[in-house]
């Protein structure tokens, strides 16, 4: 979860649809146990992550660089897992940079592109191009929910379906 911060939101056109659809992710990864990293960009200056995510991500490593990796790269490593799902904002600056070097270490990326924003629809729109183009898989948040789900009939798939038929913000 990269940079969903207080001071930034305000800024995304969509910022409502984004917070609620990274909020569905984690709370996704926490049903099924699938661990999730938060970074801040300059918390000084542009304030802390908002709720509900904070509470949900606990202690985030607050980063100058624009790319997270930096940041998270030693508890990836410890984690050992070679697909990383994204969801943030920018989406033409802190998002695809992280995306791009996690795809130069060798990850696979995928990114839920309705917990993806930045300010202005074209950033957006060329940034999900740009990061498709190099080898990010875009999906949505769903998709994604229902992919580490992988099956039905089990309780954690009875709590995944309550998620996804959350009204829309």
Known sequence: MIDMQEKLLPSIPDAKQVVWN?????????????PALGTEQYRKGLGATVEPLAAKLGDM?????FSSCQS????????NRPKILIAGIEAHVCVQQTALDLLSLGYDV????????????????????RMESTG??????????????????????KQISQLVRQERP
Do not use: M, N
């Open 22 to 34: 990274a909020s569905r992710l984690l709370d996704g990864a926490e049903i099924l146990g699938i």
């Open 61 to 65: 490593p607050d980063k100058l660089h």
């Open 72 to 79: 998270v790269i030693a508890k990836l490593e410890e984690l």
């Open 110 to 129: 995928y990114l839920a592109t309705d917990a993806v924003s930045s300010r202005y629809k074209h950033d957006r729109r060329i940034a999900l191009r």
């Open 136 to 157: 990010v898989t875009l999906t949505t948040t769903e998709a994604a929910l229902f992919e580490w789900c992988r099956v039905a009939g089990t309780p954690q798939f």
